[in-house]
């Protein structure tokens, strides 16, 4: 009841103030909701500085895009944990990063668990077609090599069958907290995706090469304006079909991928452009839970990529090795070579051994066994670079593989959150905006190409490829990709992984070897400059940029010196990283997150 204006002053005065905080609080709730939404526009709309590296007390994300990495911490803002974020993050990358990831690819989770102390590798890898058989990509009778190639890098036959949607239903499942639904944590992926976001150097550079593929595409095309050449720097994009799926994804999770309408559109797009995957084929999709590989060098527990990858016991061999031929390594000249020549022999295993262990029989205990690693330190000189084919040893199948990479188009993420889960994710469409075609504003994968063509035929690195590499029904092809996490004393102290092809490990181990072992700040062990070696071809590369880091010229002297056949190349691989530190109860008191300047990544946490 409003008080009776009359009566004494003091009366009327209560009533006259009593009406107008009635009335301010009326205006206060009509105002409320477009407040909160104004503010909320604001923040998304609101200009964020990129960092490439800093420190968090509680959680943090570290990716290759600034929307990225922000979605993955509004979901940890939340209330989300290491794997509702990572799948956020990864989800974001799809969309703002559409020549490297999305829901039309597949990858690799290592994910530790503190409430169990358990690690868990999560395979969604993409899966050749069941029609899909070992002679698809040979050549045909008169068709050059370049032709030949083609088919397994453009069009409905390069196709695999995605994983990542499946993918990330499982991690969210299995290691989800709970706390924020599905839906919440695609929603800031479908944001981005509905409003729009700006292109980064990565995507301009990539579309340039690419433009004329991209134009015949109904979605990709509105990336380029008329008669432009690339995608402009900068250049405000848009994907509303992309948020629509997204969307669905959220509410409905991975079953329209696999059995409902937007599975049906992927096989429709698939087979118009000479595709032969199948509604069963999807139908029959399943992620692979493995153990991941480990052992201890250096003094750290290194965890890595089971196979399908190559990369964990690549970088487990080459690691056996370097601490056999410089217990405490320094920078110089000495150690790039034995760098170089730790990963001849891995990339010379991949070849002969490596494909889907569901297929092939991967000797993997063999492989990086004590033994083995002994007797091919024993062929290391010092001073001399040799072929690939000096660390082969008696017991060695047959040279008939495919040690090439080519997941070109790859992202990776890291995570730590507040109760101390790790989540390494690497995702990946393979080559640069993947088959160049899209469905439901997914860019569709060319996953089939990381198959060999067929045995003794050079692939795009001049390798020759071989059988336990072939293609075949259900298969998943050999990749490089190579989350890690590093413990000490039974903690995770180092989460890492990278992108960018058959440099992914030899990346991802320098960067860990600088920081863990030669001391260097995590910042400064992402930003030194890296050398590559893969065997084939017979070229040591090593960074020499403008506009990043460059190898001290009396490093490369001194690889000269040794008979290296040196190649500059302008970057390496991107890696992402995060370093744990905790004082001596064990409890997390910092989180160093890097991103690579290489790629422009972004960190964010609290």
Known sequence: MIPNAGGSPRARRGATLLLAALALAALSLALAAPLRALRAEFEREAPRPRLGAASFERYAVASDNIEASSAGREILAAGGNAA??????????????????????GGFLLYYRASDRSLTFVDFREE????????????????????????SRVGGLAVGVPGEPLGFQTILERFGSGRVSRLDV?????????????????????????????????????????????????????????ARTIEAFGRLGAAPFYSGAIGAAIVREVQARGGVMTREDLAA??????????AERFGHRFVVAPPPSAGGFTMLE???????????PREGARLRHALAESWKGGFLDRARYAGDPDHVAVPIERLTSAARIEARARRFDPFHAQPMEAYGLSDDAPASGDPSPRDHGTTHVCVVDAEGNV??????????????????????????????????????????GGSPNLPGPRRRPVSTMSPTIVFDDGE?????????????????????????????????????????????????????????PSLDPRIVAGLEARGHELAAIDASAVVQAIRIVRDERGAITRLDAVADPRKEGDVRGR
């Open 318 to 328: 080459s690691l056996g090795l370097l601490e056999r031929w410089l217990p405490r």
């Open 186 to 242: 695609a929603r800031p992926a479908a944001r981005v995706a509905e409003g729009g976001w700006d292109a980064t150097r990565y995507t301009s550079m990539y579309s340039g090469r690419m433009a004329e593929g991209l134009r015949r595409d109904r979605v990709l095309a509105t990336f380029l304006p008329p008669g432009a050449s690339e995608i402009p720097l900068g250049q405000r994009l848009r994907n509303p079909a992309l």
């Open 128 to 151: 050749a077609p069941a029609a899909l058989r070992a002679d698809s990509f040979a050549r045909r009778e008169g068709e050059s090599d370049e032709v030949a190639a083609e088919r």
């Open 285 to 294: 999709y399943e992620v692979r839970l493995r153990a991941p590989l480990e």
């Open 423 to 464: 989540a390494s994710l690497t995702t990946t469409v393979n080559i640069p905006f993947g088959a160049r075609f899209t469905v439901a504003g997914m860019v569709m994968n060319d996953q089939m190409d990381d198959f060999a063509r067929e045995v003794g035929a050079l692939n795009a690195f001049e390798l020759p």
């Open 492 to 548: 995770p102290i180092l989460c890492i992984g990278g992108s960018g092809g058959s440099r992914i490990v030899t990346a991802t181990e320098q960067v860990a070897l600088f920081h863990l072992v030669l001391g260097d700040t995590l910042e400064a062990a992402v930003a030194r400059p890296r050398v590559h070696h893969q065997g084939m071809p017979r070229t040591l590369a090593f960074e020499r940029s403008m506009r990043g």
């Open 84 to 105: 509702d974020a990572v799948v956020a993050t990864a989800l974001a990358l799809g969309v703002a990063g559409p020549a490297s990831s999305g829901l039309g690819g």
